[in-house]
């Protein structure tokens, strides 16, 4: 057994897209065996998604494919559930309930099983059955409404945003009730409504509204009470940098690197009410004075001046990025559709037990030798009865026999 | 009473501003013991953060602070004096969990660095976030939330794309690393209460964005492309964006299967019939003309209208609320996820509920504490010092 903090748990994952896979992730980078058990019918053998960008998702895990709408589908789930710790999903709500897989079916065969179901509008209440994405979880949130420029619409914020806070707060309460588990034996159902987790995103505007009854508007990227703090073209083609000016001292030393002690002595900007009054003026000149300037070089400048600026950095640069590179922030993996390439890597560094990056994503039904034949001991003919009746299928499937990619062999990444 | 999941955890909380503190709220709120020690003068910062109760600027009284700190315990403690920092090392003697948010000289500056700290307390779980992590050339960078975004790869793509990069509203990067930290403690934790071994744990804030960047660093590697501005659209499928509606905006999802049911909601056969739309993969170039027609039904109907009727036909549209519609959201009302919490300086406040419901451990309730609230209950009833130590070391400054 390797010596890594999750050593020795189990995981059961059910989940799919963002949320869940990258609530399962973090457990897998950090130790636990986690087993993907996906419908069979989806594409037998071939990666579990096509989109490799789910495959991202989907790292250092171990593949079984079951057919869960059968009654020999369920048993079998059963008895995996009955060597594991942890079972994971992300459904609407009344699913596991129709499959007779709901947290009391689990504890009958489990008793301290850790059950986490991550509905989107959670098990209860007028939304109950309504069908959320992020997307749609960020706007309900009042996420949308308020990011924005002051003269345009709402808008998203790029990424699915509530879909890793859901993932991390799964994490959280998962190796919570393991704790829990640890010193008192017991499990425990954990229901994660995405819309309550992402709703705490928001906590500055709603103590806003339930103390003062107030209701804050889209300001772009101005700041409540200090300026400048605004984004600023740079030479190039789409180029900005983001300057943040929170005291007089850092307003001096902006003064200062752009040789306007004229700006440090002008009475309209002498203090943090009258720059916040006169932001527009200062922003223009500003701007007028970072165009000339590559956006790395200029924060360099800023930075040893002791202004906090930060270069908005793109993807490529991103990849070049020579912080990142100090601190092997990238991590290569080998994916099963489109081969060798870098990862975002962990993002909590443990010292003497860093995440492990094992391999890619597994192929769909990947696993079935080690799940069902050694961890359930299942004998051939059980295992080939069950593939005839449809509840889990023979990997490779004929048609892709000697036609798995190298890169679906376990390879260790780096 | 039921029993919180952290119950037998001890944390000591040197967390100021966001990130920190809201890492050691969680593991306060779901059981654990969280002394937050604060500098004697003013305390943390964030006490001094908009918005306040009524206006009133009291270090009571930040709305910030106020959610941010609820179920710890509070007391001072100047870590700038040799006696502050003698007290701090007896009280690591009794901790499980360290959590500390200073830029990354400090603690090492008070000889209070992790090596430090484990020859005290070798079992000892030391987690620092700081904006650029432990090392590195951009170690010792100035950041505020608007930066940590910049070097962190999202902003760039947020905004239109004819007009400059804008970022989420509040304070989203933060609010993210303090998650990250939770999540990487805890994990830390586990470790630790198998083998007795503790471990460093080093948060990122700019890393903890880097890594949510979802298919940013796949679409550049497989198919070259830089992900940048778009609106509200989704960059690699359509449509996933948000909408003019007749009395404001809605949140439209009609990839997958909701592409047909969304053509029977907003009655527009075009979507399934016109030959341009077949494609799922090409519907993201056919953007403009897609959202034309969308729009064109949108606009006749009301948010709330389109919003129940879309998801009756399981068509995944979300409102665009504002913050006080979101707070009144029946969803929420029914499930009681907006808590009254009661506090010396503002009476009773609504504040959000639990991030995530656990059965057999719930949640708990609880307020900040007042600036030296505990000082006593610690000081005295931990460490053992008499009052009139106490009041000696509150004259000298050290709490």
Known sequence: ?414 | MTEGALDDLVVLDLTHYIAGPFCTKLLADYGATVIKIERPDGGDPARRLPPFFQDDPSLEKSGVFLYLNTNKKGITLNLKTETGRALFKQLVRRADIVVESFSPRVMPGWGLDYEALAKINPRLVMTSISNFGQNGPYRDYKATELVSLALGGWLYFIGEPDRYPVKPFGRQSQHHAGLQAAVGTLTAVQYQQRTGLGQHVDISIMEAVTSILEFTFHVLATQNRVRTRDGSRYFITHPLTILPCKDGHVAVTAIGRAWELASVLMELPQLVEDPRFADPRRRWEMADEIDKLMIGWLTQHNAQEIFERGQELRVPIGLVPTIDQVVNDPQHRSRDFFTTVDHPATGPVEYPGPPVRMYETPWRAGRAPLLGEHNEEVFCGWLGLSKEHLLQLRERNVI
Not at chain 1, 169 to 191: D, M, N, P
Not at chain 1, 315 to 329: G, M, N
Not at chain 1, 334 to 340: A, L, S
Not at chain 1, 347 to 374: C, H, I, M, N
């Open chain 1, 1 to 414: 057994m390797s010596d890594m903090p999750l050593s020795g748990v189990r995981v059961l994952d059910l989940t799919i897209s963002w949320a869940g896979p990258y609530c399962t992730r973090l457990l897998a980078t950090m130790g636990a065996e986690v087993i993907r058990v996906d419908n069979p019918h989806i594409a037998p053998g071939r990666p579990y998604k096509m989109s490799t960008y789910i495959n991202d998702h989907n790292i250092n895990k171990y593949s079984v494919a079951i057919d869960l709408a059968t009654p020999k589908g369920v048993e079998l789930f059963k008895r995996l559930v009955s060597i594991s710790d942890v079972v994971a999903e992300n459904f609407s709500a009344r699913v596991m309930g129709n499959l007779g897989l709901d947290y009391e079916s689990l504890k009958a065969v489990k008793p301290d099983i850790i059950m986490l179901s991550m509905p989107g509008f959670g098990n209860s209440g007028p939304y109950r059955d309504y069908v959320a994405y992020g997307t749609v979880i960020e706007a309900m949130v009042g996420l949308s409404q308020l990011t924005g420029y002051e003269d345009g619409p709402p808008l998203r914020v790029g990424i699915a945003y509530p879909d890793p806070t859901a993932g991390l707060v799964g994490a959280f309460a998962v190796l919570s009730a393991l704790h829990y588990r640890a010193r008192t034996g017991k499990g425990q159902q954990i229901e994660l409504s995405q819309f309550e987790s992402a709703t705490t995103l928001l906590f500055e505007a709603i103590m806003d509204y339930t103390m003062n009854r107030r209701v804050p508007r889209r300001q772009g990227n101005r700041h409540r009470s200090v300026a400048p703090h605004e984004v600023f073209p740079c030479r190039g083609d789409d180029s900005w940098i983001a300057i943040a000016v929170t005291n007089d001292e850092e307003w001096r030393a902006l003064c200062d690197v752009m040789g306007r002690h004229d700006l440090a002595d002008d009475p309209r900007f002498s203090d943090i009410l009258a720059r916040y009054e006169h932001q527009d003026e200062i922003n223009a000149i500003i701007a007028g004075w970072t165009r000339q300037f590559d956006h790395n070089d200029l924060m360099q400048r800023l930075q040893a001046a002791g202004v906090p600026a930060g270069a908005v950095l793109s993807s490529p640069e991103l990849l070049a990025d020579p912080h990142l590179k100090a601190r092997d922030f990238m991590v290569m993996i080998d994916d099963p559709v489109d081969g060798r390439r870098p990862i975002a890597g962990p993002s909590a560094r443990l010292s003497r037990t860093p995440a492990e990056f094992k391999w890619g994503a597994p192929l769909l039904g990947q696993d079935q030798d080690y799940v069902f034949g050694e961890l359930l001991g299942m004998s051939q003919q059980e295992r080939e009865r069950l593939a005839e009746d449809g509840v889990i299928f023979k990997f490779p499937p004929p048609e892709l026999e000697g036609q798995i990619p190298p890169a679906a062999q376990r390879t260790g990444a780096t």
